[in-house]
């Protein structure tokens, strides 16, 4: 995999700061240009998801090497965002540009939007209906993230959100109130896939859901959608899956067909994992390194990860530990800088800046290199896609530029 060298710091950047949508225009001076400030709401929604169970809010973008990243674009995630473009075209090249220390803007980065796919306001309809009834738009169904992963939340609905108890930094009810699918089946995806196949935006599948009452956690709602999945089509599929007591639910989704999973501690240490997800806390992490040592036995090397969240409070030291832990059970950090998603209880992430993130990174990189994990080797979900954070590109640049 090729890469440039400044793709690491460009992208922790971007994932940090977020970029504010404007109308640019040319300044007094060649190669200068001014903010003339729009009413930009309408313009984010119609390119950002709004909610959800994970990084939402922002765009797919490419940079010249290919390779992808999540750009935040709601107003609190860009709040102190220094980064500013013009409305995003549907797709192709589009100019970054950055404030410089006389609040003037210049020209900083050319990156490539990813266009989004042309059916998502295309009905579906149930093949029992005869083509009778209001149908469902494709984008309530599932999305594509980045070039060609289809993405969906199967069951919207989760346990902890009923008793307020739900992580501060989770969207995943908000999507129902938006007009979301709550519970998906399996024909919604194989329709959607074979939408997704048309325009080539399809090579593999993110399943995520809320945790379910019950000894599975609700894990038992893929089967059925993976089953129909694998029987359609042959692309390899990443579920997320809470802790469970019985590893024989962790057999059933890999007899049943699921190619790697993700299991989210999402926040370390323990004391802020309290205080952050109250309802999941409750799951020790003793619990969570049963399931982390038996899914990667199961699945194989680098085909296991764990988000992690970070600017949620911790310090250099334990964002250090939390990766030792990962690492130490052969699982791969996914590091995000949590995002204060509208309608959520997480008001700022509280890292002093993108500089900081990109330490993280490196740090992260460079003892996932030295223990030799390879995220470019997972077959599917969120780190192949890998658009949310640059852990991928940090482990590889570890390796190419030591």
Aim: charged share 25%; with cysteine.
């Amino acid at each position: 995999m090729e890469m440039e060298p400044r793709t690491v710091l460009l992208k922790s950047e971007l994932l940090f700061k977020g970029i504010k949508i404007e109308n640019i225009v040319d300044g007094p001076e060649q190669g200068h240009f001014l903010v003339q400030s729009i009413e930009n709401d309408a313009i984010v929604d119609s390119v950002a998801r709004k909610s959800g169970a994970g990084p939402a809010g922002g765009f797919f973008a490419q940079f010249r090497d290919q390779f992808q990243v999540n750009v935040p674009l709601q107003e609190k995630m860009v709040s102190r965002s220094d980064l500013f473009m013009n409305p995003p075209p549907p797709g192709g090249k589009f100019q970054v540009y950055k404030k410089n220390d006389e609040d003037v803007l210049e020209e900083y980065h050319r990156l490539v939007k990813i266009p989004t796919p042309s059916f998502y306001d295309d009905l579906y309809l149930e093949k029992e209906l005869h083509g009778v009834g209001s149908g469902i738009a494709f984008n309530k169904i599932a999305l594509v993230h980045g070039k060609n992963c289809v993405a969906t939340t199967v069951n919207q609905k989760c346990m902890y959100w009923n008793h307020g108890h739900q992580c501060t930094f989770c969207a995943i009810e908000q999507s129902i109130q938006e007009g979301v699918v709550q519970e998906k089946t399996p024909g919604q995806l194989i329709a959607f896939t074979e939408r997704a196949r048309q325009e080539n935006r399809v090579a593999h599948y993110t399943l995520t859901s809320g945790t379910q009452e019950g000894p599975d956690g609700g894990s038992g709602e893929y089967l059925p959608i993976v089953e129909a999945l694998k029987d359609n089509f042959k692309y390899p599929i990443h579920v997320q899956v809470a802790p469970v007591r019985d590893m024989k639910y962790l057999d059933r989704l890999y007899y049943t067909g699921v190619d790697n999973v993700g299991i989210h501690l999402e926040v370390h240490p323990e004391s802020l994992r309290k205080q952050v997800c109250p309802g999941k806390a409750t799951i020790s992490l003793g619990l969570f390194k049963k399931n982390w040592k038996y899914a990667v036995d199961l699945f194989g090397d680098n085909q296991v990860e764990s988000y992690l969240l970070v600017g949620l409070g911790e310090t250099r030291n334990q964002f250090e530990h939390a990766v030792e832990l990962m690492l130490q059970h052969e699982v791969i950090p996914f590091i995000v800088p949590a995002r204060p998603i509208k309608n959520t209880m997480l008001d700022e992430n509280h890292l002093p800046s993108h500089e900081v993130l990109f330490e993280y990174y490196k740090h992260a990189g460079k003892r996932m290199h030295e223990q030799g994990m390879r995220p470019w080797k997972a077959v599917a979900g969120c780190v192949r896609c890998g658009a949310c954070s640059a852990i991928k590109e940090a482990t590889l640049a570890a390796e190419k530029f030591p």
